[in-house]
């Protein structure tokens, strides 16, 4: 059964500082995705990246950078010099491909706090 | 703004009663998925449609049933609600259904209060 894990509750930093949500996968399938999204306070939900379980690369969007490694099962997500308007829950997220069907399994989520 | 439109944004209701949320998805998305996130739970998959059939179902109660109409439009309906149905229900939208490669458009979501 597939499973997504996000240990971090919450984390607190102060502005400009580094920040890594942790994020840790479960699956049986050999071909997957996984997905992170942003929960602003505003409440919806917004995409920010998607890899396929083919592709290690690391990638990096200006201040956001994923690290993924099939061999720890692991997905995590940093944010460099942390602005206040990156305070928003974070979501992990698994697709299967072999089920034929589309849908997300989500972490709990990590609440970020960046402080001023 | 995601173009995936839910109505309504709010709604309070007592135990007992039945409501209707609606989604319109993103144009030319023949998917739509709907999720419920609640504070115990987090967010779970309940229903996915695509292009009208039912495609995959998750931890959706028997209290709760969905559509999916010919306008791609779909509607999610909770009867006998219970105050543990309080949550903010999610509409997303995919252009297709199939693969898991999809990325998820999210509407705005539908917060639920239960009295």
């Given at each position: 059964a597939q499973k997504v894990t996000q240990a971090?509750?919450?984390?607190?930093?102060?502005?400009?500082?580094?920040?890594?949500?942790?994020?840790?996968?479960?699956?049986?399938?050999?071909?997957?995705?996984?997905?992170?999204?942003?929960?602003?306070?505003?409440?919806?939900?917004?995409?920010?990246?998607r890899r396929n379980s083919f592709d290690e690369q690391n990638e990096i969007s200006g201040r956001y950078s994923w690290n993924?490694?099939?061999?720890?099962?692991?997905?995590?997500?940093?944010?460099?010099?942390?602005?206040?308007?990156?305070?928003?829950?974070?979501?992990?997220?698994?697709?299967?491909?072999?089920?034929?069907?589309n849908n997300l399994f989500f972490g709990t989520g990590t609440r970020l706090t960046v402080i001023p | 703004d995601s173009g995936v439109t839910q109505t309504?944004?709010?709604?309070?209701?007592?135990?007992?009663?039945?409501?209707t949320l609606r989604c319109s998805p993103?144009?030319?998305?023949?998917?739509?998925y709907w999720y419920q996130q609640s504070l115990d739970q987090g967010l779970q998959f309940l229903i996915q449609y695509y292009n009208g059939e039912e495609r995959a179902k998750g931890n959706i109660?028997?209290?709760?049933?969905?559509?999916?109409?010919?306008?791609?439009?779909?509607?999610l309906n909770l009867?006998?609600?219970?105050l543990g149905d309080s949550a903010l229900y999610f509409c997303a939208s995919s252009p297709r259904g199939g693969s898991?490669?999809?990325?998820?458009t999210f509407g705005a979501g539908s917060r639920l209060t239960v009295l």
């Amino acid at each position: 059964a597939q499973k997504v894990t996000q240990a971090q509750t919450e984390i607190s930093v102060v502005e400009k500082e580094d920040v890594t949500l942790d994020c840790v996968y479960e699956t049986r399938d050999t071909t997957y995705y996984l997905f992170w999204y942003k929960q602003p306070p505003s409440g919806e939900l917004v995409f920010l990246i998607r890899r396929n379980s083919f592709d290690e690369q690391n990638e990096i969007s200006g201040r956001y950078s994923w690290n993924f490694q099939k061999s720890t099962s692991s997905f995590n997500f940093t944010i460099t010099a942390s602005q206040v308007v990156d305070s928003a829950v974070y979501f992990c997220a698994l697709s299967e491909a072999e089920t034929g069907a589309n849908n997300l399994f989500f972490g709990t989520g990590t609440r970020l706090t960046v402080i001023p | 703004d995601s173009g995936v439109t839910q109505t309504p944004k709010h709604l309070i209701t007592a135990t007992g009663q039945r409501v209707t949320l609606r989604c319109s998805p993103r144009s030319g998305d023949l998917s739509v998925y709907w999720y419920q996130q609640s504070l115990d739970q987090g967010l779970q998959f309940l229903i996915q449609y695509y292009n009208g059939e039912e495609r995959a179902k998750g931890n959706i109660l028997e209290r709760f049933s969905a559509q999916q109409f010919p306008d791609l439009h779909s509607e999610l309906n909770l009867s006998s609600l219970e105050l543990g149905d309080s949550a903010l229900y999610f509409c997303a939208s995919s252009p297709r259904g199939g693969s898991g490669a999809n990325v998820l458009t999210f509407g705005a979501g539908s917060r639920l209060t239960v009295l």
